[in-house]
């Protein structure tokens, strides 16, 4: 019940922030800087047709990704990417690494780190806020891309068994003959602008770290699995075209999994998770309904 109050209270894309002390590395409220919890936009319920990401054999011949009609679940992800300036405070607070890509622009998305450093943020920043924060997953990076979703844009080619290198190539080629500039510094954010959703600056030149792992499926000639082996020591990225990379990878252009030209900055946005905010949600009702007996009587 707590939940359909709050949804109907922010609407299906509403953008949300709230102000928290965040804190320093001595543990104490205002050691630094006094910032918002980053703004977010709901992404209600859809039903995608999604190519599955990861490695697919039929026969032991590289086969294009299958496209599954899947259902993604309401949840909500950060309107902007996180910048350096709100990254910087983690590194302050000792909880992050600092990032490979250094700019003396404080509103630029972080670039230059690894799916570890993402992950850690993560785990300061929910601790820092008192809130759940999480890397989205593959499903929900392309719900809330929505026409910016790249997915696997590439052919398959019946070559590509013979020598592994030719796919890369081919793909290469692929991605270099859409024109698309090289553009390697990383913008303002809100210089792409928003999607349909809301989001801004997917599919610009910040590919985004989520929490999905690479995975090599082998399918039968009916397109049933066989099997599926996951190696969580890579994870995919969404962007223009979807990418595979180390989770060490802190610079994209290095080569990683990645297919296709590479990704020109790697960075991310997070997920919050609704549970902490209905406890929360709860307790101040709860505290109001005591309040409002208490002066009845």
Request: proline share 6%; net charge negative; hydrophobic share 40%.
């Amino acid at each position: 019940m707590h939940l359909h109050l709050y949804e109907a209270a922010i609407g299906a894309a509403a953008t949300l922030a709230v102000p928290v002390a965040i804190v320093g590395m001595s543990g104490e409220p205002g050691h630094a800087t006094l910032h918002e919890v980053h703004p977010t936009v709901v992404i209600a319920e859809a039903v995608l047709d999604y190519p599955l990401p990861g490695e697919f054999l039929v026969g032991g011949t590289p086969a294009a990704a299958p496209v599954d009609r899947i259902s993604a679940p309401a949840f909500q992800i950060m309107k902007q990417q996180v910048s350096l300036a709100d990254y910087d405070l983690c590194v302050a607070a000792g909880a992050c690494k600092p990032a490979e890509a250094a700019s003396s622009q404080a509103d630029i998305p972080v670039t230059g780190v690894n799916f570890l450093d993402a992950e850690a943020y993560a785990r300061w920043y929910s601790k820092a806020t008192g809130q759940t924060w999480r890397l989205p997953t593959a499903i929900e990076a392309a719900a809330a891309a929505a026409e910016r979703f790249g997915g696997e844009s590439f052919s398959a080619a019946a070559d590509d068994a013979a020598n592994p290198s030719v796919r890369w190539l081919r793909r290469y080629r692929e991605e270099a003959a859409a024109k698309r500039p090289a553009d390697p510094e990383p913008k303002a954010r809100g210089h792409y602008g928003p999607n349909t959703r809301g989001i801004e600056d997917f599919g610009g030149n910040v590919w985004e770290w989520t929490a999905t792992c690479y995975a090599r499926t082998t399918l039968g000639a009916d397109g049933t699995i066989e099997s599926v082996i996951d190696n969580c020591g890579v994870h995919v990225l969404e962007g223009r075209h979807r990418a595979y990379m180390s989770n060490f990878v802190r610079d994209g252009k290095s080569g990683g999994c990645a297919v296709g030209t590479p990704p020109e900055n790697l960075g991310f946005r997070l997920v919050r998770d609704e549970d902490s905010m209905i406890a929360r949600a709860g307790n101040w009702l709860r505290s109001a309904l005591r309040r409002a007996t208490a002066d009845a009587a």
